[in-house]
C-alpha cells in the first residue's frame, strides 16, 4: 500500500509506477484528493489557523485507516505522511501484521514545512528512508530504530530529453540558465546576482518568484511533465541548488537534470562529488562567484558543456538510480 501525493511531479507517483513496473501488487492512496482541492480556499485556510490541521484530516485518517484493514497489506510505504495521525498508525499496527516505511523527502524537524504528526510517528515506523544523510541522527534520537539514506532518483517516463517543437518553442523556452523550485531566501540573492549583467536570460520556475520585484520578468511559471522537459532542453544551463533549511546533500533535481539530458551546475555538496565526476559529469560551485565564473565559461564553450551533459545523462541512465532501484533498496532495508 502506497500513500502519497499522486500528481505526475511528485514522489509518491514516481513510486506508483515503480511498484506497477515490479509487477507488485498494491493499492495506492493519493492525498491530493483530500488536501489538494482546498490548499488555498479560504475555509481552508481559517480551519488551519484554528485547528492547525486541513479541514480532511479526519476523513483522511479515518479512510486510510478502513483502506488498511480491508486491504491487509504486507508493506505500507509512505512518502512523507504530514497528516497522517500516529493513532491511525498504531490502530492499524494492532489490526494488521504490516511493515511501515516512510521515505523522508523532506527534513521532518524543520517547522517550515513540517507537522506535530509527522515527528509524533517517528518512533512508529519500521524504516524510515532519509534522502538527507545529516538528519539520520535527528530521527533515531526520536524512536526509529531503523533508519537509511536512500536518495532521490528519476522517473524515465517524466524525464528524458524532449525536442522543441518550432519557432514558438524556441522563443518560450530559450535561456542561457534555468532554476526550478521555490525562492527561498537564501536563493534570492544568486538570482539577483545573476541578472546584474542585462544581457543573462533567466528563467525562473516555481513558487514566488514572481513576488520579487527585479525577478518577476524572468518567472515563467511552473514546470510540470512537457513544460519541464522543454524548460531544461532550451537552456544552455541547468541550475541544481540544494535546500538548506531541508539539511539537503542533494536534490530531487540532481538526477532530474542529467537524466533530461541538460548540462548541470550543482552546488558543491559530498554527496554532489559522491554521484559525478567534477568537470566530467557535472559541474560545481562553492560561492556565487564561482558560480558565475563558470556560467560564464560554459555558456560560451559549446562543445565542453554538450559533452558534459552528455557523460551526466549516460552516468544517470547507466546507474542505478530510478525510482524503480530506490524502491528495491528500501525494501531490502526492512528488518
Not at 518567472?219 to 522543454?230: L, P, Q
Request: with cysteine; hydrophobic share 35%.
Amino acid at each position: 500500500m502506497l500513500v502519497g501525493i499522486g500528481l505526475t511531479h511528485h514522489v509518491g507517483s514516481f513510486f506508483d509506477r515503480a511498484i506497477t513496473q515490479l509487477e507488485i501488487p498494491h493499492l495506492f492512496v493519493d492525498e491530493w484528493r483530500y488536501f489538494g482541492g482546498l490548499s488555498r480556499s479560504v475555509a481552508q485556510k481559517i480551519w488551519r489557523r484554528i485547528f492547525s490541521r486541513p479541514i480532511q484530516y479526519q476523513k483522511f485518517n479515518n479512510d486510510l485507516l478502513k483502506i488498511a484493514i480491508d486491504y491487509c497489506p504486507d508493506v505500507i510505504l509512505i512518502t512523507q505522511g504530514l497528516y497522517i495521525s500516529p493513532k491511525t498508525i498504531i490502530k492499524i499496527k494492532n489490526t494488521q501484521k504490516s511493515i511501515f516505511i516512510n521515505y523522508a523527502t523532506d527534513d521532518p524537524f524543520n517547522n517550515q514545512i513540517s507537522t506535530s504528526d509527522l515527528l509524533s510517528c517517528i518512533f512508529l515506523y519500521d524504516l524510515y528512508a532519509c534522502t538527507k544523510r545529516r538528519i539520520m541522527e535527528d530521527v533515531e534520537k526520536s524512536g526509529c530504530k531503523n533508519v537509511a539514506y536512500v536518495p532521490f532518483g528519476y522517473d524515465p517516463t517524466v524525464h528524458f530529453p524532449q525536442s522543441l517543437n518550432g519557432d514558438s518553442d524556441k522563443k518560450r523556452f530559450s535561456s542561457d540558465i534555468i532554476f526550478i523550485g521555490g525562492a527561498d531566501m537564501d536563493r534570492i540573492p544568486i538570482m539577483q546576482s545573476l541578472i546584474q549583467d542585462p544581457g543573462i536570460n533567466l528563467h525562473l520556475y516555481g513558487i514566488y518568484w514572481k513576488r520579487i520585484k527585479e525577478l518577476k520578468k524572468h518567472y515563467h511559471g511552473f514546470a510540470y511533465n512537457d513544460v519541464f522537459r522543454k524548460a531544461h532542453s532550451g537552456t544552455k544551463i541547468g541550475l541544481c541548488l540544494v535546500r538548506r533549511a531541508n539539511r539537503d546533500g542533494h536534490a530531487m533535481r540532481t538526477f532530474e537534470i542529467p537524466a533530461c539530458g541538460t548540462f548541470m551546475l550543482a552546488e558543491k555538496t559530498e554527496e554532489h562529488q559522491e554521484l559525478f565526476l567534477e568537470d566530467k559529469e557535472a559541474v560545481f560551485f562553492s560561492d556565487v562567484d564561482e558560480l558565475k565564473d563558470k556560467f560564464y565559461f560554459y555558456k560560451d564553450h559549446v562543445l565542453e558543456r554538450k559533452k558534459i551533459a552528455e557523460a551526466g545523462r549516460c552516468k544517470i541512465r547507466r546507474g542505478k538510480f530510478t525510482y524503480r532501484d530506490r524502491l528495491i533498496e528500501i525494501l531490502t532495508k526492512v528488518n
